[in-house]
């Protein structure tokens, strides 16, 4: 029986790359996404990967979404915690708002989702959950304490689940990408971009499809002694 994989966010950039990466491996995949309706059918008119709307920060959308899914698709094994979104800001102009709004997506996130699928994954006795988290969790950045102190959680949360999950047959790891060619780092201004690419020693952008495959990497069934653990892959960027 196929597998079943939940990708949050996973309509366009690496969650795209991630959905359908599954879905030619073999999974059943329900990709979820907050509201860009548009990008949604586009992508699932290529692709033929079901498309299911709800917005990962509120808890009672997520208990309803995975019902959804489970009800169309089957019980969910895996789960890609992939949703984010950035609000960049200096410490002095960030307001409150800008804080609660990657916090809540971020890392409320991961929580609302982890809780959906974690008692059933417990009782079947198999369940992958991969993190997305971030280089930026890892080292900081300027302007996004937002953002770090979200994904630096993300991989606290991860360690700490996972040891939940361990003797289960459900396994929790991170996967911290570097910068990676979507429209997330569009938005970052052409001349920080060149000097983030110059910090980079392989020399280029990475790309969607290099997060995907460490994904698949990680929620094989073979993988059940790989737990909390979190993947680098920014090209040399930082190691730690
Ligand atoms: P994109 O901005 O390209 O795509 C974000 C996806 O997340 C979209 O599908 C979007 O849905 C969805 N999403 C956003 N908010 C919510 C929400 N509240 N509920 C449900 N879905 C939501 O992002 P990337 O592909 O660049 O990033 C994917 C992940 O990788 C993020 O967690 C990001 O922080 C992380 N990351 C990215 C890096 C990069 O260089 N790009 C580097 C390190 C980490 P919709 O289309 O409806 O808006």
Redesign the pocket.
Same mark, same amino acid.
């Given at each position: 029986m196929a597998r079943v994989a939940i990708v949050?966010?996973?309509?366009?950039?690496?969650?795209?790359?991630i959905s359908v990466g599954l879905k030619n491996a073999g999974y059943k995949v329900a990709? @979820?996404? #907050? +509201?860009?309706?548009e990008?949604?059918k586009g992508f699932a008119e290529r692709t033929g990967i079901a498309v299911f709307?709800? /917005?990962?920060?509120?808890y009672d959308?997520c208990q309803q979404g995975v019902a959804k899914v489970a009800a169309e698709l089957g019980p969910v094994d895996v789960l890609v @915690?992939? #949703? +984010?979104?950035?609000r960049d800001a200096t410490m002095r102009k960030m307001g409150r708002k800008g804080w609660d709004e990657v916090i /809540?997506?971020?890392l409320g996130?991961v929580f609302n989702m982890a809780k959906a699928v974690w008692d059933g994954m417990l009782e079947r006795g198999f369940g992958r959950v991969v993190n997305? +988290?971030?280089?930026?969790?890892q080292a900081g950045q300027y302007g996004q304490v937002n953002?770090a102190a979200?994904?630096s959680g993300i991989h606290g949360f991860t360690k700490a689940l996972a040891q939940e999950g361990a003797s289960k047959g459900v396994t929790v790891n991170a996967?911290?990408?570097?910068?990676?060619?979507?429209?997330?780092?569009s938005?970052v201004p052409p001349n920080v971009l060149e000097k983030i690419v110059a910090r980079i020693p392989v020399g280029r952008?990475?790309k969607?499809d290099e997060?995907a495959r460490a994904v698949l990497f990680l929620v094989a069934d073979e993988g059940g002694f790989i737990t909390g653990s979190t993947l680098s892959i920014?090209g040399g960027q930082h190691m730690y």
């Amino acid at each position: 029986m196929a597998r079943v994989a939940i990708v949050t966010g996973g309509t366009r950039g690496i969650g795209e790359a991630i959905s359908v990466g599954l879905k030619n491996a073999g999974y059943k995949v329900a990709a @979820n996404y #907050a +509201g860009n309706d548009e990008r949604a059918k586009g992508f699932a008119e290529r692709t033929g990967i079901a498309v299911f709307r709800w /917005d990962v920060c509120d808890y009672d959308q997520c208990q309803q979404g995975v019902a959804k899914v489970a009800a169309e698709l089957g019980p969910v094994d895996v789960l890609v @915690n992939n #949703a +984010g979104i950035t609000r960049d800001a200096t410490m002095r102009k960030m307001g409150r708002k800008g804080w609660d709004e990657v916090i /809540d997506t971020n890392l409320g996130g991961v929580f609302n989702m982890a809780k959906a699928v974690w008692d059933g994954m417990l009782e079947r006795g198999f369940g992958r959950v991969v993190n997305i +988290g971030s280089i930026n969790g890892q080292a900081g950045q300027y302007g996004q304490v937002n953002y770090a102190a979200a994904k630096s959680g993300i991989h606290g949360f991860t360690k700490a689940l996972a040891q939940e999950g361990a003797s289960k047959g459900v396994t929790v790891n991170a996967i911290a990408p570097g910068y990676i060619d979507t429209d997330m780092v569009s938005a970052v201004p052409p001349n920080v971009l060149e000097k983030i690419v110059a910090r980079i020693p392989v020399g280029r952008l990475g790309k969607a499809d290099e997060i995907a495959r460490a994904v698949l990497f990680l929620v094989a069934d073979e993988g059940g002694f790989i737990t909390g653990s979190t993947l680098s892959i920014n090209g040399g960027q930082h190691m730690y």
